[in-house]
């Protein structure tokens, strides 16, 4: 059986066009699935870090916010960004965590909302940063926050709903959301939709433009490789820019910043969603890593990253003991982001499984009690890793759920 697969795998790897890019990472012989949570390093970044330290910062000092692109770096990468995400330049802005993102969009879009909708609607099954900051929104603005699952948005929104806050794909399942639909819907209740791309973001095509999305907000240390605490981005669709009021007027949002004027008045374009100071180091980086993706059209990473996810789910099935894992992540291509999960129907063995995984060379998480995850980022994984992947874990699954068993007859 392994022979078949491996020999697939090899066909696979052979007809991907995709596959030499992964020679611009750094990545050692083990299978790296774990770029849902951080993506791997491109190897041309420490060069540019380093010149970054030592021309920029060493030599330049205060002189790089102009000379060397430092001031203006948020929203130049932020159009960087722009194409993976289907927006036209001049709306993204790149700066701050995700959750400060999610709070200046939520509180935001429910200061465009019409006058007298008093319901923030909330992922129930959200990222928790997201369900606490629009929590918190909420108690701030005055509004009702309603939690509810993304296939139950089209029953719960109505007159009252005021913004929609919603995942594009779930963290812990995998799933992906009906972005054009679900705002579609939003829309036709008269309410703003605000997506959380984190984990759609650099994986496949997102449509914000397309689909007239209001704002959205991403991280980009998954799928767009820009490193541990790469500045997060927010997107505010060209129509809301002009009445887009942040709950965090910082001084980089002023029109006119070094006429340090104590009244405010906001720049014009994406540059209102700007805060403090650029944290220009990690900014930098990430500019760098996206390099990788010059010519690299998102259409080709998404068809890439089904077909591993395909062989993946065919692999498990083949190599897993029976009864042992159940897939979380939907079959449906229209309903899966770039990610597996596997529930451990007995949820003592998730740990151990995966401490075993990663021993042996396969790097996933979990997400306690009972989910494996296993990410998939086209740019650097291949097929062979993937049925490397699936083959390690039926053996583990095999060892640690027969000792589990033993354990359990054990105690009869
Ligand atoms: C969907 C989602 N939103 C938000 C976050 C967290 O954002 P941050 O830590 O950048 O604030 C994550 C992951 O960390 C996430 O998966
Ligand atoms: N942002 C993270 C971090 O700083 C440490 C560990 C993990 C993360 C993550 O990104 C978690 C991730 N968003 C998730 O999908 O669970």
């Known amino acids: 059986m392994?022979?078949?697969?491996?020999?697939?795998?090899?066909?696979?790897?052979?007809?991907?066009?995709l596959a030499d890019l992964r020679k611009l990472f750094t990545l050692d012989d083990g299978v790296y699935l774990d770029g849902n949570s951080l993506?791997?390093?491109?190897?041309?970044?420490?060069?540019?870090?380093?010149?970054?330290?030592?021309?920029?910062?060493?030599?330049?000092?205060?002189?790089?916010?102009?000379?060397s692109g430092w001031w203006t770096a948020p929203e130049r990468i932020g159009d960087r960004i722009a194409p993976l995400v289907g927006a036209a330049a001049g709306q993204i802005v790149v700066g701050d965590s995700t959750?400060?993102?999610?709070?200046?969009?939520?509180?935001?879009?429910s200061r465009l909302a019409s006058e007298g909708r008093d319901e923030i609607l909330v992922d129930a099954t959200t990222f928790p940063t997201d369900g606490y900051i629009a929590e918190s929104a909420a108690r701030m603005t005055g509004h009702r926050l309603v939690p509810v699952a993304p296939g139950d948005v089209p029953g719960a929104v109505g007159p009252r709903t005021a913004v929609v806050l919603l995942n594009h794909v779930d963290f812990r399942t995998g799933r992906l959301h009906d972005l054009p639909g679900l705002t579609a819907t939003v829309h036709a209740a008269g309410g703003l939709a605000v997506w959380?791309?984190?984990?759609?973001?650099?994986?496949?095509?997102?449509?914000?433009d397309a689909h007239g999305v209001d704002l959205a907000v991403g991280c980009t240390y998954k799928y767009l490789n820009g490193g541990p605490g790469s500045p997060a981005y927010l997107y505010v669709?060209?129509?809301?820019?002009?009445?887009?009021?942040?709950?965090?007027?910082?001084?980089?949002?002023?029109?006119?910043?070094?006429?340090?004027?104590?009244?405010?008045?906001?720049?014009?374009g994406s540059v209102r969603g700007r805060v403090g100071t650029p944290d220009i180091l990690s900014m930098l980086a990430?500019?760098?890593?996206?390099?990788?993706?010059?010519?690299?059209?998102?259409?080709?990473?998404?068809?890439?990253?089904?077909?591993?996810?395909?062989?993946?789910?065919?692999?498990?099935?083949a190599y897993a003991p029976e009864g042992v894992v159940v897939p979380v992540t939907p079959q449906a291509h229209a309903e899966r982001g770039s990610q597996v999960s596997l529930r451990c129907v007995d949820a003592e063995i998730t740990e151990p499984v995966m401490r075993a995984l990663i021993a042996r060379g396969v790097v996933g998480d979990?997400?306690?009690?009972?989910?494996?995850?296993?990410?998939?980022?086209?740019?650097?994984?291949?097929?062979?890793?993937?049925?490397?992947?699936?083959?390690v874990l039926g053996e583990v699954l095999s060892e640690v759920s027969g000792r589990a068993l033993d354990g359990v007859l054990g105690e009869v």
């Open 99 to 109: 959750s400060v993102n999610v709070f200046k969009a939520v509180v935001a879009a």
């Open 366 to 391: 979990l997400r306690r009690p009972d989910v494996l995850r296993f990410g998939f980022t086209p740019l650097y994984v291949g097929f062979a890793d993937v049925e490397r992947a699936a083959r």
């Open 286 to 317: 990430l500019e760098a890593a996206l390099d990788v993706w010059d010519g690299v059209p998102v259409e080709a990473v998404r068809a890439k990253s089904l077909a591993l996810t395909d062989f993946f789910l065919e692999c498990v099935g």
């Open 196 to 208: 959380d791309l984190c984990h759609s973001a650099g994986a496949l095509p997102v449509g914000l």
């Open 2 to 17: 392994s022979e078949t697969f491996a020999a697939r795998a090899a066909a696979l790897d052979t007809a991907d066009e």
């Open 39 to 67: 993506g791997a390093l491109p190897r041309h970044v420490p060069a540019r870090v380093q010149e970054v330290l030592t021309r920029e910062w060493g030599e330049l000092r205060i002189r790089s916010w102009d000379e």
């Open 237 to 268: 669709a060209e129509r809301h820019q002009a009445a887009f009021d942040s709950p965090l007027p910082g001084w980089t949002s002023h029109a006119d910043p070094f006429a340090m004027d104590p009244g405010y008045a906001p720049a014009a």
